[in-house]
């Protein structure tokens, strides 16, 4: 079996057996009423999900309402939710017809598998305007339960020779769907884009973060280029977030610099020069701070890993 999700998530309980996990970054699973019925008669039920995990949900029957940091949200019927990462997800009631999908996924390896830029600042665009739940039509949830149903069944396929990229493969198709569903509803205005000066803000960050994270580290480059102080650039992004200027510039640059190890015979010192490091020892000390090993070590490991499936 593969590592599992619930490692990290072990108060899931006898829900984590409901989980179809992929390589400790993705989990899928189908929610009914016998799954959930025990735990939230008595106190409701916590999903206790880790600050880098992102999660989505949608209902096809019955009705769900779920907590997140002190809000309630009722899912019912066609009701689509994005989880947001690092926040306690708690589902206090679920009536008997209740029928669910459910997906959480590594934020780093989402954003790894989102080449495109547009997708990747739309979904942020959603995190940060806490735009969450979209009632969506029934193709809608034809496409995304035919998508989630094929991701479960590459998950389980363990013996597929080409088992660590279907997986991800049909997990970017997943993706894909949602954005399309999602950006539909934001043409036809379902969706509400009406941001605030702090929000734009963060937008047009994102924008020049994705064009220069690999020549410029620096936050003040960024604030520079909006016409604001660094301090205040990391105070919006900061509180709109949860996240640093810092932390965002270090994860596209971790995104990247595992691409390369992984899917490149790039050396060491040629990917520290592509980042921009002043050296390779730096780029290594940088790369060991988030992985705990170095990057040749990481490219090792992702290689035996592959020998082994």
């Known amino acids: 079996m593969k590592k599992s999700i619930t490692n990290e998530l072990s108060e899931l309980n006898s829900l984590s057996s409901l989980f179809n996990v992929y390589d400790d970054v993705l989990g899928v699973a189908d929610v009914s009423y016998s799954s959930l019925e025990k735990h939230v008669q008595t106190a409701g039920y916590h999903l206790p999900v880790q600050s880098n995990k992102i999660g989505m949900m949608w209902t096809t029957s019955g009705e769900c309402v779920i907590q997140l940091e002190g809000r309630l949200y009722s899912l019912s019927g066609y009701s689509f939710m994005l989880i947001p990462s690092g926040e306690s997800v708690y ?14 996924a590594d934020k780093t390896f989402m954003d790894e598998c989102i080449i495109n830029k547009q997708i990747l600042s739309f979904f942020n665009c959603l995190l940060v305007k806490r735009m969450l739940q979209t009632e969506l039509e029934a193709e809608d949830i034809r496409m995304l339960n035919t998508d989630l149903d094929y991701l479960s069944e590459k998950i389980k396929d363990e013996n597929h020779s080409h088992y660590n990229e279907v997986a991800p493969i049909n997990f970017i198709s997943l993706l894909l769907d ?15 884009f009406q941001f605030s000066r702090k ?19 620096e936050v003040a480059f960024y604030a520079e280029q909006l016409f604001i102080t660094p301090q205040y650039l990391t105070f919006i ?12 510039i270090d994860d596209r640059l971790i995104i990247e610099a595992r691409k390369l190890l992984k899917t490149t015979q790039t050396t060491v010192q040629q990917i520290a020069d592509q980042l921009n490091f002043s050296d390779q020892s730096t780029f290594g000390k940088f790369f060991k701070k988030y992985h705990g090993v170095s990057p040749a070590e990481y490219r090792k490991l992702y290689y035996n890993s592959l020998s082994i499936a």
């Not at 589902?91 to 959480?104: Q, R």
């Not at 929000?199 to 410029?216: R, S």
């Open 178 to 192: 949602v954005s399309h569903i999602l950006s539909n509803k934001r043409e036809r205005k379902i969706v509400s």
């Open 237 to 248: 992004i900061k509180e709109l977030t949860g996240k640093t200027t810092n932390k965002w």
């Open 91 to 104: 589902i206090s009631s679920v009536t008997p017809d209740i029928k669910a999908k459910m997906l959480f």
């Open 199 to 217: 929000e734009e803000l963060f937008n047009k960050f994102l924008d020049l973060l994705l064009n220069h994270y690999k020549e410029q580290h």
